[in-house]
Every structure is written in structure tokens, then in C-alpha cells.
């Protein structure tokens, strides 16, 4: 595989090639547009810049999850189901921060999002267990009653 590296100097860019073998953060960045280089991965290898680009992209991500979660929580027709998987997405949230970015996220940002999602499963949790109640009342009511399906 070929590697190349973009030099800038002053007003001049120059695109070198050459033998990488720094690791670094990878990935795919989604550049669309006419006229530019494919670019197939991107390497970073400045931890300052990979931090920076990380906790971009884990605020988006946790926001997405955030929201979801606080519709899960205050809709009063929510399922277990929908709560399970709300719960199952933060789980892979939490996972994705502890394991793949763990060497390049600051070990205090990694715990403010970690603070963040434990107060979340905790709230979706208590949701979990609220759901299972109702469910149980439910069902002893309609036996009482003696109606079965």
C-alpha cells in the first residue's frame, strides 16, 4: 500500500510519498466533492488533532444517543423493547469509548462522557424496571379478573 503526505510551506503544498510507520488514529473521512484526491483513510498521528476530531465526533454521537434516550423517557407509551435497545446503543456507546478510542481521548474527557452515559443507563434503568411493574399489574389484574387470553 502506498502512503502519501501533504507538506505545507508557507503558500506551497507539496504531496510526497512515503513508508508509513507511525500508527495513529484511521479513518475514512467523507469528503465529497469534484475535483479532489479519493481519499480511502486518513491517519492521524498528532494526538492534540485526534483528540480534537474525537470529541467531535463523540458529542454528535452522544447527543444522537441523548435524545433518543430522553424520548424512550418521557413518551408514556413507551415498550420495554424500546427501552432495551435505547439501553443496548448507550452499552455500545460506552464500549466504543472504552475500547477503541481509549489511547487517543483524554482520560478526562473519557470519563465525562462515561459520567454522562452511567447517568443515562441509570435513568433508563429505573425506566426498565417502572415498565416491568406495570407490565406485572396488568397481568395480575386481568387474572383476578378472569380474563386470559
Do not use: W
Not at 466533492?33 to 465526533?57: D, Q, R
Not at 473519557?110 to 447517568?119: A, F, G, W
Amino acid at each position: 500500500m502506498e502512503y502519501y503526505v501533504i507538506k505545507k510551506r508557507n503558500k506551497n503544498k507539496k504531496l510526497g510519498k512515503f513508508n508509513f510507520e507511525e500508527k495513529g488514529y484511521v479513518f475514512k473521512p467523507n469528503i465529497k466533492s469534484n475535483g479532489l484526491i479519493e481519499i480511502t483513510s486518513l491517519s492521524i498521528t498528532n494526538p492534540v488533532i485526534t483528540n480534537s476530531i474525537l470529541k467531535k465526533k463523540c458529542d454528535k454521537s452522544f447527543r444522537k444517543l441523548a435524545s433518543m434516550i430522553l424520548k424512550v423517557l418521557k413518551e408514556e407509551d413507551t415498550s420495554t423493547g424500546e427501552a432495551m435497545i435505547a439501553l443496548n446503543e448507550l452499552e455500545k456507546e460506552k464500549i466504543v469509548l472504552q475500547r477503541k478510542y481509549k489511547e487517543y481521548i483524554e482520560k478526562e474527557e473519557q470519563e465525562k462522557y462515561l459520567k454522562r452515559i452511567k447517568v443515562l443507563e441509570n435513568e433508563l434503568k429505573e425506566k426498565i424496571m417502572l415498565l416491568n411493574l406495570q407490565q406485572k399489574r396488568y397481568y395480575e389484574e386481568n387474572l383476578e379478573k378472569g380474563h386470559s387470553r
